[in-house]
């Protein structure tokens, strides 16, 4: 302890350090009201009488004054409400986004995913729900169609091959456009023979192109198929 | 109003305020978070101001006390006393700023060749209510020394003026130990203002606020 210190302010007399206790409870103001008279008056009375105790009550005093912080020194912020709310939500996203992330890593029943897994996992996601988005519109429009009374199907097809066929069977890729895949530049009503990659369906070797409404194609297969 | 009476009356606006807590940390605990928001509303002043007793920059402030209150959010469900609520808050927003003086005083200083770099406009802010005085950083430094279980009672007294009964409920210790931990904070309090060679009068008196010597009572 600094020499300087203990020489001034460390009580030197028990009945000093008595008082010292009662001392910072006086500065405080908690020796006011009658339940606290006697107390009040002692430390007043030593204080009196012991100039290195009044020294020490002037001191605390100043450093009451010193740590102090009225209200009228604290701004008003009447956007902390708003911006607390906005910091929440955006916790509350990011937190989200963690745990949708820990899922899909724990979802591995293999156990641990490693990090080649892991992007290849994150760069193919919107691969693969960009195709899952096409294959639902493309449904959708040939349920559509299917609703129209459209020409009778070629025999040997049934209407789901006839789908399969429009959105990945036929070699030459159709045309992308806003409203879906268009055949109408390959496909045209007629004969012919189209080489078929891939569909895994029993295909004829060669058929009749019979109509084409948007995606939808209908193949009508050669006599010598059937 | 006298006195007792006015001491009355605060037991009462304190018990009201205490009631009013509980509800709303209950609420707030089964998932409505606009409970938690009214009690942002109420306790966000004083909040702010306490954590100004200790860092001594209102933006710092700010941002601590929106920090302590996400920190109370998440940790809501620990609170097993919704009456509690206020002292449990305090002592959150004092670790928080604790914690941020900490990791200033660790971080690295900016080299002299890097800040004259550095065109004049830029540095000069333009709100300076964000920069801290000088008696602000010496009193986050003095401060900051105090071991946690004096500093809190003694900036709950001095900042928010609550009396000793009071931080007892909110701290949830014995009356007797909060006069004593303030009694040794003050003790510690002048043992480093001792060692910076700021130990007299007339020292203190230049630190106070100039408006703190005009306030009585409870400001």
């Known amino acids: 302890m600094n020499a300087h210190w203990r020489d001034r302010d460390q009580p030197r007399s028990r009945r000093c350090q008595s008082v010292q206790s009662e001392l910072s409870a006086y500065v405080d103001g908690e020796l006011e009201g009658a339940t606290h008279v006697r107390a009040r008056c002692r430390v007043e009375e030593h204080v009196k009488r012991c100039e290195s105790c009044a020294a020490v009550l002037e001191r605390w005093a100043l450093d009451s004054l010193m740590l102090a912080v009225p209200k009228s020194d604290v701004p008003a912020a009447p956007w902390f409400q708003q911006q607390f709310s906005k910091r929440l939500a955006e916790t509350q996203a990011v937190t989200l986004g963690a745990r949708l992330s820990r899922m899909r890593l724990t979802l591995a029943p293999l156990g641990p995913v490693s990090e080649s897994a892991r992007w290849f996992v994150v760069r193919s996601l919107p691969v693969a729900v960009v195709a899952l988005g096409l294959m639902l519109g493309v449904g959708l429009r040939v349920q559509l169609e299917s609703n129209k009374p459209t020409p009778a199907l070629a025999s040997g097809f049934s209407e789901f091959e006839t789908i399969a066929l429009a ?25 012919g023979s189209l080489a078929l990659a891939s569909s895994g369906l029993a295909t004829p070797a060669s058929f009749t192109i019979g109509t084409t409404q948007g995606p939808v194609v209908t193949l009508i297969p050669s006599e010598k198929d059937r | 109003m006298s006195a007792p009476n006015r001491r009355a009356a605060d037991v009462e606006r304190q018990e009201r305020s205490r009631s009013e807590d509980q509800e709303l940390v209950d609420a707030a605990q089964t998932g409505d978070q606009a409970s938690f928001e009214r009690l942002v509303v109420k306790y ?39 009456r509690a609520f206020q002292g449990w808050l305090f002592t959150i927003g004092l670790n928080e700023a604790r914690d941020e003086l900490r990791r200033r005083s660790r971080r690295p200083a900016v080299p002299e060749e890097v800040l004259e770099a550095v065109p004049d406009e830029t540095v000069a802010p333009s709100d300076h209510s964000s920069m801290v005085s000088e008696k602000g950083q010496f009193l986050q430094a003095v401060l900051t020394d105090l071991p946690k279980k004096m500093l809190e009672p003694l900036l709950l007294k001095h900042v928010q003026d609550f009396t000793y009964s009071e931080i007892a409920e909110m701290l949830q210790i014995p009356m007797g130990t909060v006069q004593i931990r303030i009694h040794r904070a003050r003790i510690k309090l002048r043992q480093r203002l001792a ?6 009068a007339e020292s203190a008196s230049a630190l106070a606020s100039p408006k703190a010597r005009t306030v009585g009572g409870r400001t």
Do not use: N
């Not at chain 1, 959105?167 to 004969?191: H, I």
């Not at chain 2, 700010?62 to 006393?81: G, N, S, V």
């Open chain 2, 195 to 200: 060692e910076l060679g700021l130990d007299s």
């Open chain 2, 44 to 82: 966000e002043a004083s909040l702010r101001r306490v954590v100004f007793g200790l860092v001594r920059d209102h933006g710092l402030a700010e941002d601590i006390a929106q920090d302590a209150f996400l920190r109370a959010y998440r940790k809501l469900k620990r609170l097993q006393d919704g």
């Open chain 1, 167 to 191: 959105a990945s069977g036929v070699r030459q890729r159709p045309s992308a456009s806003a409203d879906g895949f268009r055949f109408d530049d390959v496909l045209r009503p007629g004969t």
